[in-house]
């Protein structure tokens, strides 16, 4: 029997099984594919990992900028990580890795099993669904219409990308709001050579089709005389994914409902949190799997957690009642917050008084529509 069985082999699953492997415990990761490339472009602040080693770090932009209907350059430093390099620092400890489709699992108090879609069942004492929003082990994927950010894509030579933004080789364009669609522009830089041109929607339920964004991308490449051709991305992120409740399974990354409500980023909230979640699972481990579980689920889930995360909630709701000006208005007010109110709303967990105190300053400097929006009137 394995101490640590991980459902899931994304940036999360690794970054958890290598916590606990480094924790003593026995860990097993399970995937369909685990050595398999991750194709999507990361992002993160800086100040969210202070520390992160230099080949885990593909783009360390000079310059982070952000449009409402104005400029504005923001403090913050934002980086892109690099899939590779995260992938070999994640998996350095002694992992067992197991390839196979997860498809259930039978618990019991001494323990649980996990069946595989070929009938091959593995014992472990404690199960992690790190599956993602399909959450295989703990509740199955959200019902009904969900509130989405969806995005689609194209990376561009760096050369091409200037004739939208001048010096994009070394400027990230957090968001662009200025031509007035529903939608935001997102560029990037990939530290290559080539810069991510994104067309985005924030949040919407159900999501903006992908095709949509993407017609509305070609367009706006069109209208700078450029062709629309490249490496696509694809984005759709769930951004109200259940909190978990009770059980026997110890979810963790997107399927614990870390995908934070109003941003749709996760994976450097995961990367902070794994070791924290091995810590207390470690600790309580020798008083059998069911404290175990009740530890991890503990970490994961503070009272100041959970408080935060329905303000953000509420985030979300204001964001999907405004109209594409008011929202270009909105992250005007959002942009001209001090740094660290601003670091509080995007990146402050279970910082409750640094959460409320962003969006009481908000609320106060907004104008009549915008206000009415954020108290839920209109």
Do not use: K
Not at 34 to 51: F, I, Q, V
Not at 191 to 213: H, I, N, W
Not at 266 to 290: D, H, K, N
Request: charged content about 20%.
């Amino acid at each position: 029997m394995t101490d640590v069985l991980i459902a899931g082999g994304g940036p999360a699953g690794w970054a958890l099984a290598r916590a606990c492997a480094r924790r003593g415990l026995a860990t097993t990761l399970v995937d369909p594919a685990p050595l398999a490339p991750w194709r999507s472009t990361y992002g993160l602040w800086a100040d969210e990992l202070p520390g992160l080693p230099s080949p885990v770090i593909a783009s360390a932009p000079g310059e982070t900028v952000a449009f409402g209907t104005r400029e504005h350059r923001l403090a913050r430093r934002y980086l892109v990580l690099d899939n590779e390099g995260l992938r070999t620092l994640l998996t350095t400890a002694p992992v067992t890795v197991v390839t196979g489709r997860v498809a259930g699992a039978e618990h019991g108090r001494h323990g649980s099993t996990v069946v595989l879609a070929d009938d091959r069942r593995l014992a472990a004492a404690v199960v992690i669904d790190a599956s993602g929003a399909h959450r295989v082990l703990s509740g199955g994927p959200p019902r009904g219409h969900r509130a989405e950010q969806t995005a689609y894509g194209l990376v561009l030579p760096a050369a091409e990308a200037d004739r939208l933004v001048p010096g994009a080789a070394d400027t990230a364009v957090f968001m662009d709001w200025r031509e007035g669609a529903p939608s935001f522009r997102y560029l990037l830089p990939l530290g290559d050579g080539s810069v991510l041109v994104e067309e985005t929607c924030l949040a919407r339920r159900p999501g903006v089709p992908v095709g949509e964004l993407a017609a509305r991308l070609r367009t706006r490449l069109a209208a700078a005389g450029l062709r629309a051709r490249g490496r696509e991305e694809r984005v759709r992120i769930v951004l109200d994914v259940p909190l978990p409740g009770r059980g026997a399974v110890v979810p963790f990354g997107v399927a614990a409902g870390l995908v934070h409500p109003a941003t749709g980023y996760s994976v450097a909230t995961a990367l902070r949190l794994a070791p924290r979640v091995a810590a207390a699972l470690a600790g309580a481990f020798e008083a059998g799997p069911e404290a175990a579980v009740r530890a991890a689920r503990r970490t994961l889930w503070t009272a100041e957690a959970r408080a935060v995360h329905s303000l953000r909630r509420y985030g979300l709701r204001a964001l999907r009642r405004m109209s594409p000006g008011e929202l270009a208005e909105f992250f005007d007010l959002f942009f001209g917050l001090p740094g660290d109110l601003q670091r509080a709303y995007t990146s402050g967990r279970e910082d409750l008084p640094g959460t409320a105190a962003a969006m009481t300053r908000l609320f106060r400097a907004a104008p009549p529509p915008i206000r009415a929006r954020l108290a839920g009137r209109r």
